[in-house]
C-alpha cells in the first residue's frame, strides 16, 4: 500500500489534535512569563533576575525531559505504543490544572516557586513521551513514502498546540484589565489546559496499536535486553545525528516562537497584544510551514529541503529582529515569514526516526531527541536572557549560528541519501 487511506488520516487527526492540546499545556507558562516572574518571586527582586529565573523554571519542564521520555520510551518499546502514548497526555493534565490553582509567592513565600518548579518537572517528563512517541506513532501507521508528510503533519499539530496558547493569551489579555490579570485572569489558560488534556486522554481510545509493533509482537522481535542499552551500543551515529537536528530544532521554536513575544515587548516597546497577535499569525504559518517542508522531503529528500529552509531560517529571523528596532509596524508581515520558515523543523521528526530500527525506535528517537533538548531547548531561554544586555540581536544571533549548522546537517543527509539511491 502506498497511498494514506482514511483510517490513516483519521490516525493523524486524532493524534494532532490529542498533540496540539497536550502542547498546549506544556507552553502556555511562556505566554504568561512576566506576569509569573512579578507572582511567584518577591517584589524587590531585579527585573533581569526575576525574568532569568522565571525561564528558568520554564527550562526545568525541559530539563525533565529525558527521565520521562527514557521511562516510557521504554515501555512503549516492550509493551506498545499507544499505552504511553496515553499516559503522557494524562500526565500532563493534572499539574497543568494544578498550575492554575497555586498560590502565589503573596500567600505562601517561597514555596511558590518550589512548586511551581515541582509542577514544572512533572510537564516536562511528560512532554519527553509525548513528541518522540507520537511521531512513531504515526510513522508505523502510514505507508513509508508519505512518513514526511505525516510527520510535518503532526508536528504541525504540536505547534498548533502553541497557536492555541497564543490566542488565549491574547484573548485573556484582552478579556481582563492588567490589575485583574494579576488577580485571577492568569490562571484561567491553565484551568483550560487541565481541561484540555483530559478531553485529550478521552479521544486517544479510539487510536489502534501500530501495525509495526503488532507484527514485532506475532513474530515475538521485540528486544531481547533493555532497549536503550541496545541504542547507545549499537547507534551512535543516528544518536549524535538526530541529538543535532533536535539543537536546531529547538533553536527554532524556542527562540523564535515561545521567546520572541516577551523579547519584543521588553527591547522595543511593542504592546503585548500586539506581540501575541502577530505571534498567532506566524505560529499558524508554521503549522503550514511544517506540513509543507514535510511534504517535500517525502519528494525531494530532506537534505536539500533541510539546506534551503534553513538559509532562509536564518536570513528571515536577522531581518525579523532589525526591522523591529527601526520598524515595528512591520510585525505582522515579518513575524508571518518567520514562522513559515521555521517550520522546515518539519523535516526533523521523519528524519530522525528513520535512523533507528523499529525494535529500539522509541527508545533511540526519546533519548536522542529528549537529551538534546534538554540541554539546548532548556539552556535556550537562560543563555539568550543572559547575552540580552551584551547584544539586543543575541536572540536572532542564535538563530543564525543554528541555521548554519542545519545546512551543514542538509548537506550530510543529503550525501547520504545518494548514497542511498547508488
Known amino acids: 500500500m502506498t497511498t494514506l487511506t482514511r483510517r490513516d488520516y ?21 505566554f504568561f512569563a512576566v506576569v509569573i516572574g512579578k507572582l511567584f518571586f518577591p517584589a524587590d527582586m531585579p527585573d533581569w533576575l526575576r525574568q532569568a529565573q522565571t525561564f528558568g523554571i520554564f527550562a526545568a519542564g525541559y530539563l525533565a525531559r529525558p527521565l520521562g521520555g527514557i521511562v516510557m520510551a521504554h515501555f512503549g518499546d516492550l509493551l506498545g505504543r499507544k499505552r504511553m502514548f496515553t499516559l503522557s497526555i494524562f500526565l500532563m493534565s493534572v499539574p497543568t490544572l494544578a498550575i492554575g490553582l497555586l498560590p502565589t509567592y503573596a500567600s505562601i ?26 511521531w512513531v506513532f504515526v510513522t508505523e501507521h502510514v505507508p513509508a513514502r508519505h512518513v514526511g508528510f505525516a510527520c510535518g503533519t503532526l508536528t504541525a499539530g504540536l505547534t498548533g498546540g502553541i497557536l492555541l496558547g497564543s490566542l ?47 507484527e514485532m509482537q506475532v513474530r515475538q522481535a521485540l528486544a531481547d535486553e533493555l532497549p536503550l542499552k541496545r541504542v547507545i551500543r549499537a547507534h551512535k551515529s543516528a544518536i549524535a545525528l538526530t541529538m543535532l537536528l533536535t539543537w536546531l530544532l529547538s533553536a527554532a521554536i524556542v527562540v523564535m516562537i515561545l521567546m520572541t513575544p516577551t523579547l519584543v515587548q521588553k527591547l522595543y516597546a511593542i504592546p503585548a497584544t500586539t506581540a501575541l497577535q502577530a505571534n498567532s499569525i506566524a505560529t499558524l504559518l508554521l ?3 511544517c506540513v509543507v517542508f514535510g511534504a517535500l522531503s517525502d519528494r525531494y529528500g530532506a537534505g536539500r529541503v533541510l539546506m534551503l529552509g534553513c538559509l532562509m531560517l536564518g536570513l528571515t529571523s536577522m531581518l525579523f ?23 522546515v523543523i518539519g523535516v526533523v521528526p521523519s528524519t530522525a526516526v528513520r ?10 528517537l526519546s533519548f536522542s531527541y529528549n537529551v538534546a533538548y534538554a540541554i539546548f531547548g532548556g539552556l535556550t531561554p537562560v543563555m539568550v536572557s543572559m547575552l540580552l ?34
Request: aromatic letters at 14%; one cysteine or more; hydrophobic letters at 55%.
Open 287 to 289: 503549522s503550514l510551514g
Open 168 to 214: 488565549v493569551a491574547t484573548a485573556v489579555n484582552h478579556a481582563y484589565s492588567p490589575a485583574e490579570l494579576f488577580a485571577t485572569g492568569w490562571r484561567v489558560p491553565f484551568i483550560i489546559g487541565g481541561i484540555f488534556g483530559f478531553v485529550s486522554v478521552w479521544l486517544r481510545q479510539w487510536l489502534h496499536e501500530t501495525p509495526v509493533f503488532k
Open 389 to 422: 544586555p551584551l547584544d539586543k540581536l543575541a536572540p536572532a544571533h542564535y538563530v543564525l549560528a543554528l541555521s548554519g549548522l542545519g545546512i551543514a546537517l542538509g548537506t550530510v543527509l543529503w550525501r547520504r541519501e545518494q548514497v542511498t539511491k547508488a
Open 109 to 134: 513565600g517561597i514555596w511558590a516557586p518550589i512548586l511551581l518548579l515541582a509542577l514544572r518537572v512533572v510537564q516536562g517528563a511528560a512532554i519527553g513521551g509525548e513528541v518522540p512517541g507520537a
Open 10 to 30: 483519521r490516525t493523524l487527526s486524532l493524534a494532532a489534535l490529542g498533540g496540539a492540546l497536550e502542547f498546549y499545556d506544556f507552553i502556555i507558562f511562556v
Open 355 to 364: 535512523l533507528f530500527p523499529p525494535v529500539v525506535r522509541f527508545s533511540g
Open 321 to 343: 529582529y532589525m526591522q523591529m528596532a527601526t520598524a515595528p509596524e512591520n510585525i505582522y508581515a515579518l513575524y508571518a515569514l518567520c514562522g513559515f520558515f521555521v517550520g
